[in-house]
C-alpha cells in the first residue's frame, strides 16, 4: 500500500488549490469564503435547507461499472455540507467563476445571471447566487432543459422575497422552445381577462423585453482542467490522509484499506454525502476524531443488475441511482413486472430532498435511517468476512441505530425486481412533500394468487414515522392475506382496524406526531386508490383518490397600467426598472455584511444558549473553554456589560445576556470570544452552565392563562364602541419571529474606532434603535456610535427588532476587547348582518414585551377589515410565556386579525345559510362609512376581482366537480383586503435625506431607509432621477448610516418608501433650485457644466432633505383616531383542491387585484405583491411552531420550518396577478395620502393567503360535510395537510381523535402551537 498523500489538490474556477494542511473537520464553504475571499457563495443555514450556499462540483468519473463510459459529472452541492476533503481531484466552479456584472471583475454576466436580474427575480438577492449556480450547473449537463427539469432543479433552493415566479419565468427562457413569457410558452393558460388587455387602454402585461437577452451559448463556458482529466487515476487512486488537532481525515482507495481502518479504528465515522452527518455535527454539535470518506472505493460504487434484481454499491449516489433506474425502466429488454418497484423508488426519490443532497448522498445513508423492501445489504469486515442481512424487523435496533458491528463496512444493497405477480408501492407524506421530512411514509409489497390478480397472496408493509425506527406492520399485512382487492373500501377499514391495534399511538409517542395515525391509516386507502388506478377501483367510489394531485409549470398573467403618454423616455418614474443591486446580486459581487473581508484583529463571537427555558442561572463555568486553545480570548456574560444589560421598546425586559433568571430556551447567557470562527463554536459546547429551581415552562397560550401569566395592562389594547352582543373568543398563538431564521441572513460586525468611537455594522431594519441599544450597552453616548447598513438579506419586520440582541453581544465583545467582532446568528342577528363584536383576543408574546403591544393595538385596528362591525367590544391581552420573544412579522397584526374577522364571516356565512360572498358584501363599510376608530372608508377591487376570476361561473364549476368526486374536493374564495399604511404616532411619520452631487456631475444619495430587497433604491433613484432630470445612471445610493442621517425610523410598517420619497425629492429640489440660474443662463450647457459653474460660484451642492407626514394621531387609550395615511386595497380569489385521503392541496389558480394607483415601478411592486402572497401561504399552510414540554423549539431552522419552496409556488401559482389601478372603482382611485399617489405594497398581500383557509371547504354541502365536520376542523388557524386530513369526518380521522387523547399525567412529545 503507497503511502497516503496528506496533501489536497483541487481547482477553484479553473484556479489549482494546492492545500498542503486542510482541515478535516472545514466545510467547502468555509474554505472559499474564509480562505478564498470568494464571498459569492452564501451561507445561511448551513444544513443543505436552503441552496444559497450551492456551488458546481465537476469530476472525471472513471468507469466503475461495465459499460460505462468515461465523462465528465457536472452536480450542483450545497456547499455548507460538503467537506473540504472531500473536493481532492475536482474542480469546483462559484457565482464568481462564470460571470461578473458589477463587480470590477471585468466579466460579463452570464446570460444566467442577467436574466434572473431583468425578469426581476432577485429582490433582496441573498438566495440568488444560489439560485443561479443551481440553474448553471442543470445547463452545464443539459444547454436546452425541459421546464419540468427547471422546475424540479430548485427543488433544492429557497427564496423568501420573490415568490419563485419571476425566477422561474427568467431561467425558463433556457428552456427549449420557450421564450419565457410569450403567448406559447409559460403563459399558455392565462386568464381570459389578461388576454383581452389592449396596450391603448394605457395597460402592459410586459415587465420585461426578452427580446434583449444575450443568446446562451454552452460552447464557451469554462472547459474542464486538462490536469484533473489527465490525471484522474492518479487523484483517484491516493489514499489521503489529513490531520488537525481535533480530527483524522482517511480516503481509502481500496477496500482492503477500508476494513483495515474500521478495524483500527472501530468509531470511526464513515461518510460519503456527509448530508446526515454533516448536519448532526451543526445542529447535535456531535465531534468525531476520525472520519473515513469511503467513495472511493470501487466496490462500492458499483451497479450491477441481473435476472432477479440489483446490487448497488453503498456509495452510489441517489442521483446516479435514479438516472440507472430510469435508464432500466425505458429499457425494452427488461420485463414489465420487474419496472413496478423501480417506478415506485424513483417516484419516491423526487420526493427525498433537493438535488444538491441527492446529488452526493449515498444510498445507505439513507438506508442507515429507513427501511428497503426485500433488500439484502452485504457487510464486510477483516475479522467477520463478509455477512449479508436482510432488512426486517430486527435490523434497526433504535433511533437511526442498525445492527450493523462497530468494525464493519457496508458494501453494497441488493434490491429484488418485482415478481410477476407483485406490486410495490411507496408513500410520503410531509407538510411540504418536495425536500421536506416525511411526517409519515409507507413501503407495500403484494403479491397476488397465481392466476387470480385479485387475491392477496401475500403482502409487507411498513411505516416510517410511526415509532424511532422504521415498523413492519405485520397484523396489518396479515389481514390483507386471503382478501380481494376488488373488496375496496371494506379491505381498507380491515386493514386500518389492523394498523390501530398495532401502532396504538398516542402524543406521548417519542417520534410520531399526533397526526401521523391519521396519516398512517390514511395511506392504505392510497395504495387501494393506486391500484384502482389499474382497473381494479372495485368499491373505493369513482377513483377519484387513484392518482396525486399534479404539479404543473407555474404561470403567471401581470397587468399595470403603463405610463402615461407624455412621458419623457428618460423619467424612470413608473416603469419596470429592475431592481437597482440585481445583476450584482446575481453575480454575487453586491456585498452582504458577512461579506466583508476580516478587519485586522477581527475576533468572532458564539452565543451559549441557555438549555432550559424557566430556571434560576447559578454559574456559568468557562475553564474548559479557555482551556482549549489561546485563541479562546474569554467568556463573556452579564458582568462584562459595561452599560446597561436590559433593553426594550415598551419595557426592559430584554436583556443582551441572561441575569439571574433564564426565561426561554435559547436565550443567550455567555459569549465566546476567539480568534477564529470555528474555535469559538468549539469553545462555546465547553462552558458549563449551573442552573437551579428549574420550572415546567409556560409554552402556550392556555398555559399563560391557566397561569395568570400576563404583561402588564397598559401593554395590552381594548376597543369599546356602542353596545357588542355575541362574544367571540379567539386565541392566536401565531408565532411571528425567531431566533431561527425567518430572513436568509442575519450577522453583525462591530468595529471599534479611535476616540472610543464604535462602528455597528449590522442586519437590521432599525438603525437608530441598534445605534442607541448598542450605546446604552457600552454606557456611551450615541455620538460615538454610527449605525451603517448597505443591504439585508430580506426583513419581512423580523430584523426591525430582535437583531439588536445580536449586535449588542458583539458590540460589547468589542468594547472587551478592543478588537473588531462579528457574531453570526389575534354578533350577527338573524340575516347575517353583524351589529356587533365582542372580542377577546390573547397574543403569545414569548419571554419580553419587545414590539408586541403596538402588534396588539394593530390586531384591532385591522380586526375590521373590509367590514362594517358596528359595536365592538375588542380586548387584545399579551400572554408572557417561557419561549423565544415574538415580534411584529409579515403584515403586524394584520395576519392574525385577518384570520379572526375572516373566519367570523365564514362561520356567520354557514349560520345565516348565505354564501361566502354575499355575508362579505352585506357587512362591507359602504362608501362614507366610518371605522371603530373613527376613520373613513370608500370600497375597491373585490368586483374587478370577481371579473377576473371569473368568480360565479367558476363557482358553479367548482360545485359540479365536488358532486361527482368522493376523494377529491375544490373550494373557491374570494377575500378582501384593506390595509391601513401608517405607523399611527406623528413622530414615527418622519425621513431624512442627504444628496451630494460631484464635480464630475455623479450624485450620491443617502437616505434613511433600509434595503433589504423591497426595492426601496431603486424606487428612490427613479424618484431622483426625475426631479434631477437626470438619466438613472448617474445617480447612486450606497448605503444607510446614521451619520449621515440622524434619527431614522424603522423601515416598516410599509412607509419606507412614502417617508423618504419626499426627503430624497425635497433635497434633490434644493440642488436644481440652486441649479436653475445656470441652466437658464445655459440651457444647453448641460448638467455637469452647470454644476462646475455653481461649484465656481461657491454654490453648496450638497443638501439635506426632510419629511414629516402630519395628521397622524392615536389616543391608545380610548384607542380612536387616525392611526393611517391611507389604505391599500386589494382582493384575491383562489381555487384549491384537496385531496381527502392525503390532505394534500393544490392552488389551482389565484386571482390578484390590488390597487396601486400609479406604481412607481411595476415590477418592484407586481414582485412584493407575488412574493408577499407565497410567503402567506406558506404561513397558512406549510410553517408551524412545535415545541417540546421543556419549551425548546422542535423546528429549527429552514427545514422544520417548512418555508414554501418552487414547487410550493408551483402547486400555488398560475397566479394571475393583476397589480392594476382599478378603472371601475367608485372612487378615485389614487389614494391622495400616499407619496405621489403610489400606495405601499407588501405586507397587505400575505395577509390575503388566510383566505386559502377559507377555501378549503369546499362549496357543496356534500363537500363541506366531508371537511368541515371532522374532528380536528374545530379551530383550524392553519390547513397543513396534516389538518386538512384531521378535518375530514371519516373513521379514520375520527380514530385518531379518540387516540390523541392523553393518559393522565402522561407528556407529550410536542406542543403545537396555532390550533
Ligand atoms: C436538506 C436535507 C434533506 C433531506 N431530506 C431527506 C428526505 O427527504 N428523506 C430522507 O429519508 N432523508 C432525508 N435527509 C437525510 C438523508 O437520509 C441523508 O442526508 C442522506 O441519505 C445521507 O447520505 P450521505 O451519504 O450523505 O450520508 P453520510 O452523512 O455520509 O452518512 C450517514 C450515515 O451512514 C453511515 N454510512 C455511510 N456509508 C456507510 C458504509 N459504507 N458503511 C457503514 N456506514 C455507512 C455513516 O457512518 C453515517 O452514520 C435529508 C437530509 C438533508 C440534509
Ligand atoms: S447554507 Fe447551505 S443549504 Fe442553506
Ligand atoms: S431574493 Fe430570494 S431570499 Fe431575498
Request: proline content about 5%; glycine content about 10%.
Amino acid at each position: 500500500m503507497a503511502a497516503a498523500s496528506s496533501t489536497l489538490v483541487f481547482y477553484v474556477n479553473q484556479n489549482k488549490i494546492v492545500e498542503p494542511n486542510p482541515d478535516p473537520e472545514e466545510t467547502l464553504i468555509s474554505y472559499l469564503r474564509r480562505k478564498l475571499l470568494l464571498t459569492g457563495t452564501k451561507l445561511a443555514c448551513g444544513e443543505g435547507g436552503c441552496g444559497a450556499c450551492t456551488v458546481m462540483l465537476s469530476r472525471y468519473l472513471r468507469p466503475v461499472t461495465s459499460g460505462c463510459q468515461p465523462r465528465i459529472e457536472n452536480l450542483a452541492i450545497n456547499a455548507c455540507l460538503a467537506p473540504l476533503c472531500s473536493v481532492h481531484g475536482a474542480a469546483v466552479t462559484t457565482i464568481e467563476g462564470i460571470g461578473g456584472g458589477g463587480g470590477g471583475s471585468g466579466k460579463a454576466a452570464h446570460p444566467i445571471q442577467e436574466r434572473l436580474a431583468v425578469c426581476h427575480g432577485s429582490q433582496c438577492g441573498f438566495c440568488t447566487p444560489g439560485m443561479v449556480m443551481t440553474a448553471y450547473a442543470l445547463l452545464r449537463n443539459h444547454p436546452q432543459p425541459t421546464e419540468r427539469q427547471i422546475d424540479d432543479s430548485l427543488q433544492g433552493n429557497l427564496c423568501r422575497c420573490t415568490g419563485y415566479r419571476p425566477i422561474l419565468q427568467g431561467l425558463r427562457t433556457f428552456a427549449s422552445g420557450c421564450c419565457g413569457q410569450g403567448r406559447n410558452c409559460c403563459r399558455q393558460g392565462r386568464p381570459a381577462a389578461t388576454d383581452s388587455v389592449n396596450e391603448e387602454d394605457g395597460l402592459s402585461t410586459q415587465l420585461t423585453d426578452t427580446a434583449s437577452f444575450l443568446p446562451y451559448d454552452p460552447s464557451q463556458e469554462p472547459i474542464f482542467p486538462s490536469e484533473l482529466q489527465l490525471e484522474a487515476d492518479k487523484f483517484d487512486s491516493e489514499s489521503l490522509i489529513f490531520q488537525s488537532a481535533f480530527a483524522t481525515w482517511h480516503r481509502p482507495t481500496s477496500l482492503e484499506e477500508l476494513l483495515k481502518l474500521k478495524q483500527d479504528h472501530p468509531d470511526a465515522k464513515i461518510i460519503n454525502g456527509n448530508t446526515e452527518v454533516g448536519v448532526e455535527v451543526k445542529s447535535k454539535k456531535s465531534t468525531h476524531g476520525c472520519l473515513i470518506y469511503a467513495s472511493h472505493v470501487d466496490e462500492l460504487r458499483k451497479f450491477d443488475v441481473d435476472e432477479t434484481g440489483i446490487d448497488i454499491g453503498a456509495a452510489v449516489t441517489l442521483t446516479e441511482l435514479a438516472d440507472r433506474f430510469k435508464e432500466l425502466i425505458t429499457d425494452d429488454k427488461l420485463a414489465e413486472h420487474k419496472k413496478r418497484g423501480l417506478r415506485a423508488y424513483v417516484e419516491m426519490l423526487h420526493w427525498f430532498s433537493g438535488q444538491q443532497i441527492r446529488n452526493v448522498a449515498s444510498h445507505f445513508g439513507s438506508e442507515s435511517a429507513a427501511h428497503e423492501l426485500g433488500a439484502v445489504l452485504t457487510f464486510a469486515s477483516l475479522k467477520g468476512g463478509i455477512r449479508q442481512v436482510a432488512i426486517d424487523a430486527n435490523f434497526f435496533v433504535g433511533y437511526r441505530c442498525t445492527s450493523a458491528r462497530p468494525d464493519e463496512a457496508l458494501l453494497s444493497i441488493r434490491l429484488p425486481f418485482c415478481g410477476r405477480r407483485e406490486f410495490q408501492f411507496g408513500f410520503k407524506q410531509a407538510r411540504r412533500r418536495e425536500d421536506d421530512i416525511a411526517i409519515v411514509n409507507a413501503g407495500m409489497l403484494v403479491r397476488f394468487s397465481d392466476g387470480d390478480f385479485d387475491l392477496v397472496e401475500s403482502a409487507t408493509v411498513c411505516f416510517g414515522g410511526v415509532a424511532p425506527v422504521t415498523r413492519v406492520a405485520t397484523g396489518a399485512a396479515e389481514a390483507l392475506i386471503g382478501r380481494r382487492w376488488s373488496e375496496g373500501r371494506r379491505l381498507v377499514e380491515a386493514v386500518a382496524a389492523r394498523l390501530d391495534a398495532e401502532f396504538p399511538l398516542s402524543t406521548a409517542s417519542p417520534c410520531a406526531p399526533p397526526s401521523s395515525s391519521a396519516f398512517y391509516i390514511g395511506s392504505v386507502p392510497n395504495f387501494a386508490a393506486a391500484e384502482g388506478s389499474h382497473g381494479k377501483v372495485g368499491e373505493v367510489d369513482d377513483g377519484s383518490g387513484a392518482e396525486r394531485l399534479p404539479l404543473r409549470p407555474s404561470w403567471g398573467s401581470l397587468l399595470f397600467e403603463r405610463t402615461p403618454p407624455g412621458q419623457l423616455e428618460k423619467d424612470p418614474v413608473g416603469r419596470p426598472v429592475p431592481h437597482a443591486s440585481g445583476t450584482g446580486q446575481a453575480s454575487g459581487s453586491a456585498q452582504f455584511l458577512d461579506d466583508l473581508p476580516p478587519s485586522l484583529g477581527e475576533v468572532f463571537v458564539y452565543p451559549v444558549f441557555s438549555r432550559h427555558a424557566a430556571a434560576r442561572l447559578v454559574s456559568i463555568d468557562a475553564s474548559a473553554a479557555l482551556a482549549l486553545d489561546p485563541g479562546v480570548l474569554g467568556v463573556l456574560d452579564r458582568r462584562d456589560v459595561p452599560g446597561n444589560n436590559e433593553y426594550g421598546i415598551d419595557l426592559s425586559d430584554d436583556r443582551i445576556f441572561a441575569d439571574a433568571e433564564v426565561r426561554f430556551h435559547g436565550e443567550t447567557v455567555a459569549a465566546v470570544v476567539a480568534t477564529d470562527r470555528e474555535l469559538a463554536r468549539r469553545a462555546s459546547h465547553l462552558v458549563r452552565v449551573e442552573y437551579a429551581d428549574i420550572r415546567k415552562p409556560i409554552v402556550t397560550i392556555s398555559d399563560a392563562i391557566r397561569e395568570g401569566s400576563y404583561f402588564p395592562e397598559k401593554l395590552c389594547r381594548w376597543l369599546r364602541r356602542g353596545g357588542a352582543m355575541w362574544i367571540v373568543l379567539w386565541l392566536s398563538e401565531r408565532r411571528t419571529w425567531w431566533r431561527e431564521k425567518s430572513a436568509l441572513e442575519d450577522s453583525c460586525l462591530v468595529v471599534p474606532r479611535d476616540g472610543g468611537e464604535f462602528e455597528v455594522l449590522s442586519s437590521t431594519q432599525n438603525l437608530s434603535s441598534t445605534q442607541s441599544i448598542v450605546a446604552g450597552a457600552l454606557g456611551l453616548p450615541r455620538n460615538r456610535v454610527v449605525a451603517r447598513i448597505k443591504r439585508i438579506g430580506g426583513g419581512f419586520g423580523g430584523k426591525e427588532y430582535r437583531s439588536i440582541g445580536t449586535a449588542a453581544v458583539a458590540a460589547v465583545a468589542a468594547y472587551r476587547f478592543g478588537r473588531p467582532a462579528r457574531c453570526l446568528q389575534g354578533w350577527v342577528n338573524k340575516e347575517g348582518l353583524v351589529v356587533g363584536l365582542k372580542a377577546d383576543c390573547y397574543l403569545n408574546a414569548g419571554y419580553s414585551a419587545d414590539i408586541s403591544c403596538s402588534v396588539c393595538e394593530y390586531i384591532i385596528l385591522r380586526m375590521a377589515n373590509c367590514y362594517n362591525l358596528g359595536a365592538v367590544d375588542i380586548r387584545c391581552r399579551l400572554c408572557r410565556t417561557n419561549t423565544p420573544s415574538n415580534t411584529a412579522f409579515r403584515g403586524f397584526g394584520a395576519p392574525q386579525a385577518m384570520i379572526g374577522i375572516e373566519t367570523i364571516m365564514s362561520r356567520l356565512a354557514s349560520a345565516s345559510g348565505l354564501t361566502d360572498r354575499a355575508i362579505r358584501e352585506l357587512n362591507f363599510f359602504r362608501n362614507g362609512d366610518v371605522s371603530i376608530y373613527g376613520h373613513a372608508y370608500e370600497d375597491r377591487c373585490w368586483e374587478e376581482c370577481l371579473a377576473l376570476a371569473d368568480y360565479e361561473a367558476r363557482k358553479a364549476e367548482v360545485d359540479r366537480f365536488n358532486s361527482s368526486q368522493s376523494y377529491r374536493k375544490r373550494g373557491l374564495h374570494i377575500t378582501p383586503l384593506c390595509y391601513g399604511i401608517g405607523f399611527g404616532r406623528s413622530f414615527l411619520q418622519q425621513a431624512g435625506a442627504l444628496v451630494n452631487v460631484y464635480l464630475d456631475g455623479s450624485v450620491l444619495i443617502t437616505h434613511g431607509g433600509v434595503e433589504m430587497g423591497q426595492g426601496l433604491h431603486t424606487k428612490l433613484l427613479q424618484v431622483a432621477a426625475r426631479v434631477l432630470d437626470l438619466p438613472i445612471e448617474r445617480l447612486y445610493i450606497s448605503e444607510t448610516a446614521t451619520d449621515k442621517v440622524p434619527n431614522t425610523v424603522s423601515s416598516a410598517a410599509s412607509m419606507t418608501t412614502d417617508l423618504n420619497a419626499p426627503a430624497v425629492m425635497s433635497a434633490c429640489q434644493q440642488i436644481r433650485d440652486r441649479l436653475l440660474p445656470y441652466m437658464h443662463s445655459e440651457p444647453k450647457a448641460g448638467w455637469d457644466s452647470w454644476v462646475n459653474a455653481a461649484y465656481m460660484d461657491g454654490v453648496s451642492l450638497s443638501a439635506a432633505g426632510f419629511y414629516h407626514g402630519a395628521g397622524i394621531h392615536m389616543d391608545a387609550a380610548t384607542m380612536q383616531g387616525r392611526p393611517y395615511n391611507y389604505y391599500t386595497f386589494g382582493a384575491a380569489c383562489s381555487e384549491v383542491e384537496i385531496d381527502l385521503l392525503t390532505g394534500d392541496h393544490v392552488t389551482r389558480r389565484s386571482d390578484i387585484v390590488m390597487d396601486l394607483g400609479a406604481s412607481l415601478n411595476p415590477a418592484v411592486d407586481i414582485g412584493q405583491i407575488e412574493g408577499a402572497f407565497v410567503q402567506g401561504m406558506g404561513l397558512y399552510t406549510l410553517e408551524e411552531q412545535r415545541f417540546s414540554p421543556a419549551g425548546e423549539l422542535l423546528t429549527k431552522g429552514p427545514a422544520p420550518t417548512r418555508f414554501p419552496d418552487s414547487a410550493t409556488s408551483r402547486k400555488s401559482s398560475t397566479c394571475s396577478c393583476c397589480a392594476a389601478a382599478c378603472a371601475n372603482s367608485p372612487g378615485p382611485c389614487t389614494p391622495p395620502r400616499a407619496w405621489g399617489s403610489r400606495p405601499s405594497v407588501w405586507p397587505p398581500p400575505s395577509s390575503w393567503r388566510s383566505g386559502t383557509l377559507w377555501r378549503q371547504p369546499g362549496g357543496s354541502t356534500r363537500a363541506k360535510t366531508a371537511m368541515l365536520a371532522g374532528p380536528g376542523s374545530g379551530s383550524m388557524h392553519r390547513a397543513t395537510s396534516e389538518r386538512i386530513r384531521l378535518g375530514c369526518a371519516d373513521d379514520i380521522a375520527v380514530r385518531h381523535a379518540k387516540c390523541s387523547v392523553l393518559p393522565e399525567n402522561a407528556v407529550p412529545w410536542e406542543l403545537k402551537l396555532g390550533h
